[in-house]
């Protein structure tokens, strides 16, 4: 092995040092051995060439040599194999971390690998572990955290191979858990054009984010990134203007689906940045139901759906959220602005949208907010005119141009400014959520004007028709139609028109229905037929001596799930996560977890594949604990008897796991109708 190392390094002395000063070095060196664990064959191979060293350099005649060929441009340390170690010893003492960790990690590796249970194994362990951590701080210092966290994990996944130094490994893995925020930081600072580092960023600071328990941190988030509530709080503000408003929202929306409260607010807030910067109307609809479904204390959303009223061209709507608000200050605001009340609604949502919604995205320009550009748009003309509310299709035939008639938005905002200071941006509050998504949908709109023509029409009908049925409902019933036959008649008409139409609905819908199964193609119908075949396997499970059907009882679909089904997803979930890291199929996997840790689990596979390895895992529940149950989420405690093996293609045994006792909890959530695995936090 070749040292990338001098005499004079190795020794740790200087170029310039004299030879008095070279012994005194020398022996302080002896005096002071590394005291981790070292053997003693190891320590005194270190010895040894610290002695050959302190010879080389105390000798004029040698030294001068040595220096020479130092000149012209010989480089490193020739070292036999028995002293290998020893040299990766004191090119770790040299602040060479990086190079003794690669080194070390390398002699580790086939086919140069040492003996399993050898000194020489155990010596270049606990080098590459401690040169790993160091070589990691070293990055670190120079503000490359990525870079320090991948040696991190390379230190880490090195361990767990080796099976060995049980609390150096908890040292590296607590170390790449505090990195974890200045990590993220790095990545997503980068550079826009690194597509690939800012991915990594992102998917980091999702999982980072459902460790804590959300935005809040409910769970206990000190130990999961070394940051309090408040030092969070200041480091997602340090990142939000590295993301996009479409990049943020899709975060928010996800953490809110897995209960952080805080994320509907902000879910709100980046829809309709990114909305109204890219002129999609639409997302306003979606950012309204978000804001509708805010309960706090003192928290009146009214204003801002009023604004969402106003961008979408209902006036009449805005203004009458605006006069309902519960801020009196706000209602004396407009009452007493001086203009038209279109130009207060407009100033505030002029004013709302560039101080409090367009601000903390990296691709949201707020020097600007004009509402002019915004309803000159021809999405967003579209989409109003396909409103049903007489404001919106007033405006839309109007051709937008009611701001135009307001005056300059330089005027508006000196009249803001004169009328009450800041009353027009009210300071924004963060958001708590009652419950997922309590809003109904939203009704269908008309997307053509034939379709408005035929609403017309029926509107007329009935209310040509509805005197008469007036009279008929506040009259007595059979007297009145024996003195009129001609409402006879119109009534015998009208119930046969509702029957008959009613019957060509039906059959035109049956007709479609088997026209597309005589569609289905015949490798479709035989698929059908083999998984029919397949749920008449037998594949049981016993739970507490009852025994569940896999192909029967997956998909949980439950409305109130028992603790035994519980149990039994549970189990399932386990049962075919051990099957594929054990590079078999599963067939339930994909029923009983969330797509995306379904997708964890199907690329750890992958990993484990292009290694030529495999992971063997019997994992048995012991207790579980029904610790919380609402209509969409479910949280369960859990003791596991856990064992696993990783395992080479040639059957040997590469590293193993037995813990006794291992508790989990894991969360379960409703998707539509079917309950799922959605996450789990393992740990005693």
Known sequence: MELPIDHFRLLGVSPAANAEEVLRAFQLRLDRPPKQGFTFEVLAQRSELLRLSADLLSNPSQRQSYELALIEGSSGLDLSSNREVAGLLLLWESNASLQAFKLAKKALQPPQAPALGSGRESDLTLIA??????????????????SGAELLQEGIQLLQRMGKLVEERKTLESDLETLLPYRILDLLSRDKADEKSHQEGLRLLEDFVNKRGGLEGKRNSEKIGGLNQNDFELFFLQIRKFLTAKEQSKLYINWYRRGSEDA??????????????????????????????????????????????LLLGDIKQAESRFRSSSDEKLKDWLNNYPGETLGALCDYCRNWLKKDVLVGFSDVETQNVNLDEWFASGAVQEYVEQLETKGALGIAKAGFSFLSSLGPEQQIENNSSNAIDGEANLQMPGGVVDEIFKENPSKPRLKSKEALLR?????????????????????????????????????????????????????????????????VPSSEISKEGDIKAKNNRSNEMLINNERFDVYKSIPLISVVPSDLEIEFLIKSWLKGKADILKGLESDILIDVARPSLFKRVINQRKKDKLLSQSQVIDANITTINIVQRSNNRIAADVELNYKDKRISSTGEILSETVIPSLKVKYIIGKNKNIWQVVDYISGN
């Open 455 to 519: 609403l017309d029409l029926i509107k007329k009908l009935i209310s040509k028709y509805n005197s008469i049925f007036a009279k008929i409902t506040n009259s007595n019933f059979k007297s009145y139609i024996l003195k009129r036959p001609i409402y006879t008649s119109f009534i015998a008409f009208f119930g046969l028109f509702i029957v008959g139409t009613s019957l060509g609905i039906l059959t035109q819908r049956k007709s479609s229905e088997n026209n597309n199964l005589n569609n």
């Open 129 to 146: 572990a401690l040169s790993c951590r160091d070589a990691s701080i070293d990055e670190q210092s120079c503000r490359r955290y990525a």
């Open 264 to 309: 509907g607010f902000l879910a709100a807030f980046s829809l309709i940045a990114s909305g109204f910067c890219y002129r999609n109307p639409e997302l306003m609809q979606e950012a309204r139901k978000y804001l509708r479904n805010i309960n706090i204390n003192g928290f009146d959303a009214m204003p801002l759906i009023g604004c969402l009223d």
